[in-house]
């Protein structure tokens, strides 16, 4: 039996379908010893209430502990009301809004470190390459790679800067998928030169630059690999982590989308994107799915159907990532 774990609730990140947390989900939390909670619009709209529950969670669990949001820009923005205005990543890129950018961003991070947050779940790497219906839309800074990388390096920068850490995705790239991830299984007819020549492009950079945390995403790569990139070794260990040199924390795209269910329905699912290296597992507001595929997964562990060196590599790599948290 492999006892490296008797759970394997420090590598999730889960969330709640309520306002704020029930006594069962805080006991799900403590009792698993889970890495952080991801942030949805519910649970922003007042910023107060949340700010207090966070402190009081943050000091019940007595070790480092994430808690992640999706605070792009645009349409992408879990805080609203009251809050520093961050436009759409394409309203700045396009126009070259490079000082704009840095002002309103700065704002943004200082006010998301000021309520507790710890992780932005940011920049967006994809390359926009196809139509205004494209599931990206406003979300890519650009089609061009040279432009995306000066945004991105601008974004981890500010968030360091402002104690916060971030989050490169959605890796390996959905500017030429079709498909919506929430919805579906994106795919793309693309080649691994494809991928090599254009959308690793500005992963590469950012891993040089230091990016702490990479998100892989739902995709069908015929062209590459029979397993999706989600539970592709190919993909993530092999050109993330090996390729690229990637040395930091890879988290999921959040694993109860519907892309995520097209590629297993079952609770093997998060072991399976775990043993081809991904090293937080990030789960939607079903907390009764995550309880169900943590549950698998720690059977996985006892099974041996996990082995001892990635669990060792991962809990490294989590551990280095934790110890970066200011907040």
């Excluded at 190919?234 to 050109?239: A, K, M």
Aim: some cysteine.
């Amino acid at each position: 039996m492999n006892t490296f774990y008797n759970s394997g609730g420090r590598f999730f990140i889960v969330s709640f379908a309520e306002d704020t947390p029930t006594d069962e989900a805080l006991h799900f939390i403590e009792d698993n010893k889970i890495a952080g909670v991801i942030l949805f619009a519910n649970h922003c709209r007042d910023s107060k209430s949340l700010k207090h529950w966070l402190a009081d969670l943050k000091k019940s669990v007595h070790r480092p502990f994430i808690v992640a949001v999706d605070q792009e820009g645009g349409r992408v923005r879990r805080f609203r009301r009251n809050f520093p205005l961050l436009e759409s990543p394409r309203y700045y890129g396009y126009h070259d809004r490079i000082d704009e950018y840095r002002s309103d961003l700065a704002r943004t991070c200082e006010k998301l470190y000021e309520i507790g947050i710890n992780l932005n779940l940011a920049p967006t790497l994809d390359l926009f390459d196809s139509g205004e219906k494209h599931v990206l839309d406003t979300r890519t800074f650009s089609d061009d790679v040279n432009t995306v990388i000066k945004f991105a390096e601008i974004t981890m920068s500010i968030h360091h800067e402002q104690g916060l850490c971030c989050c490169a995705k959605h890796f390996p790239g959905l500017g030429r998928t079709t498909g919506d991830p929430h919805q579906v299984l994106s795919a793309a007819d693309l080649t691994e030169k494809d991928f090599f020549d254009r959308e690793l492009k500005p992963y590469g950079e950012m891993v040089k630059s230091g990016i702490e945390s990479v998100m892989v995403t739902h995709i069908s790569l015929p062209k590459i690999d029979d397993a999706p990139s989600l539970i592709s070794s190919r993909i993530i260990s092999g050109w993330l982590k090996d390729e690229l040199g990637f040395k930091g924390a890879v988290i999921t795209d959040d694993l109860l989308m519907e892309g995520a269910g097209q590629i297993d329905p079952t609770p093997s699912l998060a072991g399976k994107s775990f043993n081809a290296g991904a090293d937080f597992l990030l789960f939607g507001q079903k907390l009764k799915k995550a309880d169900e595929m943590l549950e698998r997964f720690s059977q996985m562990i006892e099974e041996n159907l996990i082995s001892g060196d990635r669990l060792a590599d991962a809990k490294s790599r989590t551990d280095v990532f934790l110890k970066l948290l200011q907040n």
